[in-house]
């Protein structure tokens, strides 16, 4: 029996992890862990810095999606003031942070997952990459390529840079949106929405090849937690939390600045990932989604017309009252590229957005403030407390990567328990496992902090706690 199995390439997730699969006497899965074993600690270097500095600082935890930590940043330096922001700045924001939903959507999907979609799970690992999308398909690549661009376009337009803008800021943005830009930004949306619309028909044409996957990828009863708007609508950048259960119903609502008391968080010996859980329900049975798929089931619509009906058929995927397998997270993620496109063009069509009162001032009105936005992923909360002369003396940061953490631990036992029926693993295995976790789009090193590279590492532990097989990916 082999030792180490080396496979290349790299795997497609942003970060890294381990995963232990044991097995009982017989030789069955008996439990599966995630391991992530990065350390970053965000949260204590800050401590001692200026309120104010805090969005730009925090945007600095993420390369691909820093534009959730930067709006999450703002805002709660908005509460720390105690002020309410310009409603064009309110708008200007939002269209930044939908620019980023779709610029990360569109990099999950296309150069992350749909290797497996359009070459398959079982196919050769060596071409199972972007590169092997390219070869197979090359004019689905270039709308992965092009949609991204364009989300990333917006962003560069809005705040000057791709990454890291120091334009969001608390109080508002730094400057107001031209004419000039608004008018460039509004003629790239047609081609946008053309792409959108072309990929939703092709993936829903492809999930027909895949209903194992759909019935084995982290697919069982758990909450939904997410943003909603005062129409219960979906929502990225404020409003209400909402928790939906299973069955469809709304079992919780409460602002923002409450959760602490619905969200409870655990820690365990073998992660550095918190592993938050939905207080009422205790731990670990609190287990609760977030991302595309949670805002599709707790919201009562998107709001705008196209994703509304893509929403609809949707919400029709199984029997039940909401969507459960995580498998459809990646339907979930294309509508609400589509949705995004749809918002940013109707924000940008009303001209109060071009207004010039852009930011609020004041000093600090209070000793904490708690700022709340869906980042691509989920719900990204950042709780701030500061002294008398503003500066921070302890942060809490729940990374929505991290929300999700018992559903991807459960999700890997699920599939884990679907594929290994022996002491031995096979690459078809390891690819699956691989993409019940790709399906949450997880951003280990965002939530987690890390420095350092680890690569994906699966062991087979036996009854007696012996490892009697491992694959690992440098």
């Not at 269209?95 to 799970?121: E, K, T, Y």
């Not at 909360?381 to 631990?409: C, E, F, S």
Request: hydrophobic share 40%; glycine share 8%.
């Amino acid at each position: 029996m082999a030792e180490k199995i080396t496979i290349d390439p790299v795997t497609r997730i942003e970060g890294h992890g381990k995963i232990t699969i044991h097995l009982d006497k017989y030789g069955y899965v008996d439990d599966a862990q995630f391991h992530v074993t990065q350390f970053r600690g965000f949260e204590k270097l800050v401590e001692g810095r200026p309120f104010q500095e805090m969005p730009s600082i925090m945007a600095r935890i993420c390369g691909i999606c820093p534009v959730s930590h930067l709006i999450a940043g703002a805002k709660a330096g908005d509460a720390i003031m105690a002020v309410q922001i310009p409603e064009t700045a309110v708008r200007l924001r939002e269209i930044l942070n939908l620019a980023q939903l779709v610029q990360s959507h569109a990099l999950n999907f296309f150069h992350l997952s749909s290797p497996d979609f359009v070459l398959g799970m079982d196919s050769d690992p060596a071409k199972r990459n972007i590169f092997g999308v390219i070869e197979s398909d090359k004019n689905f690549a270039k709308d992965g390529i092009r949609l991204r661009q364009f989300g990333q376009q917006i962003i560069e337009k809005l705040g000057g840079k791709r990454i890291h803008s120091p334009w969001v800021v608390p109080g508002g943005v730094n400057e107001p949106l031209t004419e000039e830009v608004r008018d460039e930004i509004l003629t790239g949306i047609p081609e946008a929405m053309e792409i959108a619309q072309r990929v939703l028909v092709w993936f829903k044409q492809t999930m027909e090849d895949y209903r194992d996957e759909m019935r084995t990828f982290a697919n069982f009863p758990t909450k939904f937690l997410s943003l909603v708007n005062a129409k219960g609508e979906l929502e990225h950048y404020d409003g209400m939390l909402r928790v939906v259960n299973a069955a469809g119903k709304v079992v919780e609502e409460f602002h923002p600045e409450h959760y602490q008391t619905y969200i409870g968080e655990a820690v365990e010996p073998w992660s550095y990932l918190k592993f938050p859980y939905f207080k009422p329900d205790g731990y670990p049975d609190g287990i609760y989604r977030v991302g595309p798929l949670a805002r599709l089931n707790t919201a009562d619509g998107c709001g705008t017309p196209l994703a509304d009906q893509e929403w609809t058929e949707f919400r029709e995927l199984e029997r039940g009252p909401v969507v459960l397998s995580s498998f459809h997270y990646h339907y979930a993620r294309l509508i609400e590229i589509l949705h995004g496109l749809e918002k940013i063009e109707s924000l940008l069509q009303d001209d109060t957005v071009l207004s010039d009162h852009h930011r609020a001032f004041a000093g600090p009105n209070n000793r904490e403030g708690i700022g709340v936005s869906e980042a691509p992923r989920g719900t990204l909360i950042h709780h701030y407390k500061i002294d008398g002369q503003g500066l921070i003396t302890d942060v809490n940061l729940i990374i929505a990567t991290g929300h999700n953490n018992l559903a991807m631990n459960r999700g890997i036992l699920q599939v884990a328990k679907q594929y290994v029926k022996s002491d031995e693993l096979e690459e078809g295995m390891l690819n699956r496992v691989e993409a019940v976790v790709r399906a949450f789009d997880p951003c280990l090193s965002c939530s987690t902090h890390a420095a350092g590279q680890m690569p994906l590492d699966i062991q087979l532990i036996n009854s007696d706690g012996e490892r009697i097989d491992r694959l690992v990916r440098d």
